[in-house]
């Protein structure tokens, strides 16, 4: 299973970006995928999560309001929308899919499959 991110890029702050995430896998339907964001020396930070079967979207605080999670069933797609983004914003930002089973959805370490990151800047 190979999941592909895209769509970083440099913002000024209150800007917005869609982030996409496509995967090779045909279906996630017993998964639930989600974005993480890192900085260097941190740990990687969660953002947002959705399950693929309902839908259901789980945020961090810290971007609660701002950030919209979605799925496209027929793409095999993930998307975060950013909207209102903040210095504070800029780090790394990778999709993670794992099984409902095994992943705690805050928890890097219980997802199973990563994409290779894609660099998120805003600009103050």
């Known amino acids: 299973v190979q999941l592909q991110a895209s769509g970083g890029g440099l913002v000024q702050t209150g800007g917005s970006l869609t982030l996409s995430c496509g995967t090779s896998r045909n279906t996630f339907s017993n998964h639930i995928l989600a974005w993480f964001r890192q900085t260097p020396g941190k740990e990687r930070e969660f953002v947002s999560a959705i399950t693929w079967a309902g839908g259901t979207a789980t945020y961090a605080d810290s971007v609660k309001g701002r950030f919209t999670i979605s799925k496209d069933d027929t793409k095999n797609m993930v998307s975060l929308q950013m909207n209102d983004l903040k210095p504070a914003d800029t780090a790394t930002y990778y999709c993670?899919?794992?099984?409902?089973?095994?992943?705690?959805?805050?928890?890097?370490?219980?997802?199973?499959?990563w994409g290779q990151g894609t660099q998120v800047t805003v600009s103050s």
């Open positions: 993670a899919a794992g099984p409902r089973t095994r992943v705690i959805v805050a928890t890097a370490a219980t997802y199973v499959y």
